[in-house]
């Protein structure tokens, strides 16, 4: 059994208050961590060294425990040392210039759509979600790109391929899009079966989450 190591206020960060740090900025002030933050932060190295075989959500709840543990005192103590350097960071935040904090937010929004998007990806890619379809001039690539020179670079490679399709009868067209249409009907066929084995295995929700989660993102961004 891990023995609790308390974080001790005396070990946490102190403050000193001056001038200095209340001095105009011109960049976001970092945020406090909150008492539960802190005590998370200290602990986690020392479980995963103690429990390595223990996935995160398992590595929490120990650490969960052991906060239900510190004394009430010292979760006092560690409130009031939040309190005082949130608002320290309020009044920084204060004297940023509104350009710069619309700036930060902006960038903010856009590196937090790409992690979610990012999560989604692999939990989709982990779960061999099926292929999209494909347009009836990609499957036309894909069938020509083979008779092309390799001496030809990628970029010469593209636009060969525009020129010819664009160059092609109406029948050539025509066999590529019943391709297309029977691609798009494979498509439909394993989505739907993958969604119904996704939602027996209780992980549709997590998908749909995080896809609204991603559109969301996407929106303030653009706002």
Same mark, same amino acid.
């Given at each position: 059994?891990?023995? +609790? ?7 946490? +960060?102190?403050? $000193? ?5 209340? &001095?105009?900025? $011109?960049?976001?002030? &970092? #945020? ?9 932060? $200290? ?17 929490? #709840? ?29 009044? &920084? ?16 929004? $856009? ?15 982990? %779960? ?16 020509? #790109? ?16 525009? &020129?010819?399709?664009? %160059? ?9 899009? !019943? ?21 027996? !295995?209780?992980?549709?929700? #997590? ?17």
């Amino acid at each position: 059994q891990l023995s +609790r190591i308390t974080p001790l206020v005396s070990g946490i +960060r102190q403050l $000193s208050v001056s001038s200095a740090s209340l &001095k105009a900025v $011109s960049e976001i002030p &970092k #945020r406090p961590a909150t008492p539960w933050a802190t005590f998370y932060g $200290s602990q986690m190295p020392q479980y995963k060294k103690a429990y390595p075989k223990l996935a995160a959500p398992e590595l929490m #709840r120990k650490i969960s425990d052991a906060w239900g543990q510190v004394t009430p005192e010292e979760k006092e103590q560690m409130k009031q040392i939040y309190e005082k350097e949130k608002a320290i960071y309020k009044q &920084k935040l204060a004297q940023v210039p509104e350009d710069v904090i619309s700036s930060a937010k902006s960038a903010k929004v $856009s590196k937090k759509a790409k992690s979610v998007a990012s999560e989604l990806n692999k939990l989709l890619a982990e %779960n061999n979600k099926p292929k999209r379809n494909l347009s009836s001039y990609l499957i036309f690539c894909n069938d020509a #790109r083979s008779q092309l020179p390799a001496s030809m670079s990628a970029s010469e490679k593209i636009a060969n391929l525009a &020129k010819a399709w664009n %160059n092609a009868t109406e029948d050539v067209k025509a066999k590529y899009e !019943e391709k297309m249409r029977a691609d798009n009907e494979r498509y439909k066929r394993e989505l739907a079966a993958w969604t119904l084995k996704m939602e027996k !295995e209780g992980i549709l929700p #997590r998908i749909n989450a995080l896809q609204d989660q991603v559109a969301l993102l996407k929106k303030l961004a653009k706002a």
